[in-house]
């Protein structure tokens, strides 16, 4: 899994770098055995001016992986709120990907799991032929 990390306007503390560390390694968990290399953009921003909601930070992610992209924007006067909004919300979108792919591949298997049993006992599909009914 390749991370690029940037910060605009902030320099991390060594106790924010070991917090964004601890959400990587949970991430990776999560993607290890993912197809392809899973790639992940993460930017970290403090805003010059504060907004009207009070928002001050800006925590940003881009994952790209099994063909498809998840982009998260999180906004919060508190930078670890930020980072803590942003990486939950990534974990939650990749968990529903991983189990829609995993759900497929269980529906096909159970499918075809008693495809050789209907074989054996001469049961027949119970398709019908467009053409059979037409008199």
Do not use: W
């Not at 930017?43 to 881009?62: A, P, Q």
């Not at 919300?89 to 049993?117: R, V």
């Amino acid at each position: 899994m390749e991370i690029n990390f940037t910060t605009k306007n902030y320099t991390l503390t060594p106790s924010e770098k070991r917090v964004l560390n601890k959400k990587f390694n949970g991430i990776k968990r999560i993607l290890k055995k993912s197809k392809g290399n899973p790639f992940l953009r993460v930017e970290i921003e403090e805003y010059t001016k504060v907004d009207d909601s009070g928002n001050r930070y800006r925590c940003e992610c881009n994952l790209t992986f099994y063909d498809k992209s998840i982009y998260i924007n999180k906004e919060h006067s508190k930078l670890r709120n930020a980072i803590d909004e942003c990486f939950l919300d990534l974990k939650t979108q990749i968990i529903k990907g991983t189990k829609k792919f995993k759900k497929l591949l269980i529906k096909s298997a159970t499918k075809n799991k008693y495809a050789f049993l209907n074989k054996l006992l001469g049961r027949k599909s119970k398709k019908n032929d467009i053409y059979d009914n037409i008199e």
